[in-house]
């Protein structure tokens, strides 16, 4: 295994969506710290990686220092120092571009029909340097648990309701990149902003080429929220849920 960094995206990859890591998968990835660098990178905020990854207690005497967490795709990164999580750097958006966001984000909810009655937890969620609409609410699998995640799924699994809400925010906030994100949600963040942004910004820091780094997603295809990775030329593999991820950790422990 030639590879220094594996990273992975975080809902659907290394876990079900907003929720915390599955035994088996923390098994794997303190094993892999012990043997590569590791990155995960997401749209979330840097307070569901630690409800969903450093909670878990497969990682509690893990090798955190060569684990790289990148939330808000890579906008703002955090690495452990003597067991505490510091900022390396951070890009946040002014409280006026705030404002705009939201107010663009909650015209568009209105204006196509597509606002829930019922919720669960806040709609538009301030990540500091990234905006996020989640249509059924930040906290609908905290509440609801598995059922949350069915629900999440089958609100729109052909993206075409957030491809609509996509194309009707983006004119109104034009100095903004809008993106589909995952299942339920709309990220908005500063132009430019995606994965592979976030991917430039750790080889920067950490002196490493693409051809150091296997990405693991479950949203390589066109249009999804881990494809520009693959674009932008790193090895990558699509999976289509968490199980398949632990073989493929699993797979390169084997052969290191």
């Not at 990540?127 to 629900?151: A, M, N, Y």
Request: charged share 30%; hydrophobic share 40%; net charge neutral.
């Amino acid at each position: 295994m030639t590879k220094k960094l594996i990273a992975f995206d975080l809902d659907g990859t290394l876990a079900p969506s907003k929720s915390a890591l599955p035994e088996r998968m923390g098994e794997v990835l303190n094993r892999l710290l012990n043997n590569f660098m590791v990155c995960v990178i997401s749209g979330g905020k840097f307070e569901q990686f630690q409800k969903q990854v450093l909670s878990s207690n497969k990682l509690k005497d893990a090798k955190l220092e060569n684990l790289h967490l990148m939330p808000t795709c890579g906008t703002r990164y955090y690495v452990s120092k003597n067991k505490k999580w510091e900022v390396v750097y951070e890009e946040n958006f002014t409280p006026r571009q705030k404002q705009k966001i939201i107010t663009a984000l909650n015209k568009g909810l209105d204006s196509l029909n597509l606002r829930e009655k019922k919720v669960y937890g806040e709609l538009i969620e301030d990540r500091l340097s990234q905006i996020t609409l989640s249509v059924l609410g930040q906290d609908i699998v905290d509440v609801l648990g598995e059922k949350g995640i069915q629900i999440k799924e089958a609100w729109d699994p052909d993206n075409l309701k957030k491809e609509k809400l996509r194309e009707f925010v983006a004119p109104l906030i034009p100095e903004f990149e809008v993106k589909v994100g995952g299942l339920t949600s709309i990220d908005v963040t500063k132009p430019g902003i995606d994965k592979a942004y976030g991917m430039k910004k750790l080889m920067d820091g950490l002196n490493l080429v693409k051809e150091d780094i296997l990405f693991v997603g479950d949203r390589l295809s066109p249009g999804g929220n881990d494809y520009p990775v693959k674009e932008f030329g790193i090895d990558s593999i699509e999976i289509n849920h968490w199980q398949e991820t632990a073989l493929v950790v699993e797979t390169i422990l084997a052969v290191i």
